[in-house]
C-alpha cells in the first residue's frame, strides 16, 4: 500500500530551536528511505538517505532515525533557521526502482 | 544552468484540450520521471524511463502519452483534459535506474497545470 495522507501536517517551530519532523512509512520490506525538502515553488531536493541496515545517520545539522519495528522515520534538524521553512517528505523504496512519498509536513520557522 | 529544465512553467487551459509539457536534463543521467503533485502536496510517480524505454507506468490513464525523444528529454502529452488533470507536474532524472546514495531523483522546478 501507499502512505496516503488526507491533509498536510504543520510543525511551527521558533528559530534557534530543534525540530523533529515524524514519518510513518507502509511497507515493511522497503529498504531505503529518503528525506526531500520542498520550497515553495521549487521541487524536492533531497536531504540525507539512510538503508534498512542502519538505525540512524547524521549530516549537517540534520539527523534521520529509522524505527523498522513501528516503520517510523523522523528527521531532526538542530538549530532551526528560517531557511527551514518548506514542506518535508520522506520516501520509502523496497523495489529499488521507484520511490513512494509521504504526506508531507509543512516546517514553518518563526523568529 | 538548469539541471532539469521543464517548460511551460505555468499552463493554463480548458477542459477537452490537449498540451505537452516538455522536460530536458543535463546532467548526463539515464533515467526520466514524470510526478504528479496535487493540491494537497501529495506526490505520486507516473512514469519512468531509461535510455529511453518505458520502465514504470503507474496505472496513469491512457490520456497521458509520455514520449522520450532521447535519453537527455522526456516529454509529457496529455489529451482531452479534465480537471482533476490540475496538479504540478515534475521531471526528475536520476543517474540510472537503481536508487542509492548516488542516483536519485533530482527534480525539476515543476510545471503547474490547470484545467478550467
Known amino acids: 500500500g501507499e502512505s496516503v495522507g488526507l491533509h498536510l501536517p504543520t510543525l511551527s517551530v521558533q528559530e534557534g530551536d530543534n525540530s523533529i519532523i515524524n514519518c510513518a512509512y507502509s511497507?515493511?520490506?522497503?529498504?531505503?528511505f529518503i528525506w526531500y525538502k520542498q520550497e515553495s515553488g521549487k521541487g524536492p531536493q533531497f536531504i540525507i538517505d539512510?538503508?534498512?541496515?542502519?538505525d540512524k545517520r547524521q549530516g549537517q545539522r540534520v539527523t534521520v532515525l529509522l524505527n523498522k519495528t513501528v516503520k517510523h522515520l523522523s528527521l531532526q534538524i538542530a538549530a532551526t533557521q528560517p531557511g527551514d521553512s518548506a514542506v518535508y517528505f520522506c520516501?520509502?523504496?523496497?523495489?529499488?526502482?521507484?520511490?513512494?512519498f509521504g504526506t508531507g509536513t509543512r516546517l514553518q520557522v518563526f523568529p | 544552468d538548469t539541471a532539469v529544465s521543464q517548460t511551460p512553467k505555468y499552463l493554463v487551459t480548458q477542459m477537452g484540450n490537449d498540451k505537452s509539457i516538455k522536460c530536458e536534463q543535463n546532467?548526463?543521467?539515464?533515467?526520466m520521471y514524470w510526478y504528479k503533485q496535487d493540491s494537497k502536496k501529495f506526490l505520486k510517480i507516473m512514469f519512468s524511463?531509461?535510455?529511453?524505454?518505458?520502465?514504470i507506468n503507474e496505472t496513469v490513464p491512457n490520456r497521458f502519452s509520455p514520449k522520450s525523444p532521447d535519453k537527455a528529454h522526456l516529454n509529457l502529452h496529455i489529451n482531452s483534459l479534465e480537471l482533476g488533470d490540475s496538479a504540478v507536474y515534475f521531471c526528475?532524472?536520476?543517474?540510472?535506474?537503481?536508487?542509492?546514495?548516488?542516483?536519485?531523483?533530482?527534480f525539476g522546478e515543476g510545471s503547474r497545470l490547470t484545467v478550467l
Open positions: 526528475a532524472s536520476s543517474q540510472d535506474l537503481v536508487l542509492a546514495g548516488g542516483s536519485l531523483p533530482f
Open positions: 511497507n515493511s520490506a522497503s529498504d531505503y
Open positions: 539512510i538503508r534498512s541496515n542502519m
Open positions: 520516501a520509502e523504496s523496497y523495489s529499488t526502482d521507484k520511490l513512494i
Open positions: 546532467l548526463g543521467h539515464d533515467t
Open positions: 524511463y531509461n535510455n529511453k524505454e518505458l520502465i
